[in-house]
């Protein structure tokens, strides 16, 4: 049974950071792809960033602006994002998400967390 779990979400002023973490559990992959999501109301889920099996990063600079950073844990399981100088346009749902491969679609990530709200 797959399952991501995040956490570090919540309310923070604007300039502020925050640390996201994604603990997987379950996954027959010793290194997936993962990534992390976002999706505001009334959005689209929109890609942050995403760390490949060898940990090629890949950011977006439309989110982020060079604010946020990925990383991984390979022992823990576990993916961070870091997010510093955040905006209020960040406040969204953050979702963790996994594949065995790294798709190019957002939503053929095969494994999915329940999501951490961050609210700027």
């Known amino acids: 049974h797959v399952q991501l779990v995040e956490s570090g979400g919540g309310s923070v002023q604007a300039g502020g950071s925050l640390r996201l973490s994604c603990a997987a559990s379950?996954?027959?992959?010793?290194?997936?792809?993962m990534g992390w999501f976002r999706q505001a109301p009334g959005k689209e889920r929109e890609e942050v960033a995403r760390i490949s099996s060898g940990n090629v990063i890949t950011r977006y600079a439309d989110t982020d602006k060079g604010r946020f950073s990925i990383s991984r844990d390979n022992a823990r399981h576990t993916v961070y994002l870091q997010m510093n100088s955040l905006k209020p346009e960040d406040t969204a749902m953050y979702y963790c998400?996994?594949?065995?491969?790294?798709?190019?679609?957002?939503?053929?990530?095969?494994?999915w967390g329940q999501g951490t709200q961050v609210t700027v």
């Open positions: 998400a996994a594949d065995g491969g790294c798709p190019r679609r957002v939503l053929d990530f095969a494994y």
């Open positions: 379950g996954i027959l992959y010793s290194r997936p792809c």
